[in-house]
């Protein structure tokens, strides 16, 4: 936090609270610069391990689909319940007492989290429709 010059101060030391000030805020702008190239030097870190971690699963994923062990459907399926597993979503939101789903909305099954949503809340996908959610 920002050192002030209090009335008192300024009165007794003068120039001399003021330069004191000034150090002790240049001395904690420097430890905030510190730790923002040391969070910043992680951040890229981690991207470049992401980036590696990707490419891997990309290969395995081609090994699988050349192999003709899985097809590319199988793998995201199984991806995204695994993902799913990991990551818990939000609710959908439960209409308030006393009021139901008006008759003139068209319900539809998400294809990935198999809910059954409003259609206009979703996506068509070469799959099939996908919820918000899961977009």
Known sequence: ????????????????????????NADELADVE???????QTIDKQRGEIIQLRAMVMAVMEILVTANIADN????ATAQRAY??????PPLSIPAAG???????HLTTCIKCKRSV???STTITGNGEVCDACV
């Open 99 to 105: 009021r139901h789903t008006p008759p003139s909305t």
């Open 34 to 40: 510190q730790q923002q190239w040391t969070l910043q």
């Open 73 to 76: 459907a199988t793998i995201e």
């Open 118 to 120: 409003p259609a206009t």
């Open 1 to 24: 936090m920002p050192q002030s010059v209090g009335f008192f101060s300024q009165w007794m030391m003068g120039d001399w609270a003021d330069r004191d000030a000034i150090n002790r």
């Open 84 to 89: 799913d597993a990991l990551v818990p979503r």
